[in-house]
């Protein structure tokens, strides 16, 4: 069966210091991946996607980067955090084909201080 | 394009009374649709799906949601409320066109009382 690990749980840091949120997957291979942030009160919005290796495709320009070095490795960075870059991020994966729905992970509650 | 609308952000409801949360979409080809839930701070669990077959989907713990395309609306259902289900349910539409990811609502918070 498949399985997506997101890590850490919670995160706090400082405003100007750089972030590095990991996501894997387990169980399949040539996953579509995905980063979503969800802060309150404004659902889930889609920050990246990819369909491969070293393919991302940026839905919302910002303070934030996204990498794919491996198959089933999706990796949000950012070189320098914001205030604003507060809030609860989540990686997801789906299978290719739009009748796919998602799969989470547990998600990262990140508060910037 | 594609966008969700959930009319009600918060809902509230006794224990063992019907639960409705309602789902209005735009999409400008064929869509996916699914309910999704998510209880305190914790990642997303999908419910149901419609994608193309029978109108009526029935999901996990209960809840079923019906697709009407003359009314665009996909909205979430279930009989009877358990404390339990306490928690955020998101709408959620994908279209069928290639290449697209999907499109949440912003959210209903249900709440349940004894």
């Known amino acids: 069966s498949q399985t997506i690990h997101q890590w850490p749980a919670t995160l706090v840091q400082p405003v100007g210091s750089p972030l590095s949120l990991e996501c894997t997957v387990e169980?399949?291979?040539?996953?579509?991946l995905y980063w979503y942030r969800q802060a309150a009160g404004r659902g889930l919005q889609l920050l990246f996607y990819?369909?491969?290796?070293?393919?991302i495709s940026s839905e919302v320009p910002q303070n934030l980067s996204a990498s794919r070095p491996q198959d089933r490795q999706f990796i949000l960075s950012s070189k320098k955090l914001l205030l604003s870059d507060s809030g609860f991020y989540l990686c997801?994966?789906?299978?290719?084909?739009?009748?796919?729905?998602?799969?989470f992970g547990s998600g990262t509650r990140l508060t910037v201080v | 394009a594609q966008s969700v609308t959930q009319l009600d952000s918060h809902v509230s409801v006794s224990e063992g009374t019907p639960v409705l949360l309602r789902c209005n979409y735009s999409?400008?080809?064929?869509?996916?649709l699914f309910w999704y839930v998510q209880h305190p701070n914790k990642g997303l669990q999908l419910l149901l799906k419609?994608?193309?077959?029978?109108?009526l989907v029935k999901g996990i713990n209960g809840f079923e949601a019906e697709f009407k395309k003359s009314e665009t609306s996909f909205h979430l259902t279930k009989p009877s409320a358990h404390m339990s289900d306490a928690a955020e349910y998101f709408c959620?539409?994908?279209?069928?066109?290639?290449?697209?990811?999907?499109?949440f609502g912003k959210g209903t918070t249900l709440s349940v009382s004894s």
């Open positions: 997801a994966w789906s299978r290719t084909g739009p009748s796919y729905g998602y799969t």
């Open positions: 169980g399949t291979s040539n996953p579509n």
């Open positions: 990819s369909v491969g290796i070293g393919q």
């Open positions: 999409s400008s080809y064929s869509p996916s």
């Open positions: 419609y994608t193309s077959a029978a109108t």
């Open positions: 959620v539409v994908r279209s069928n066109q290639a290449g697209t990811a999907l499109i």
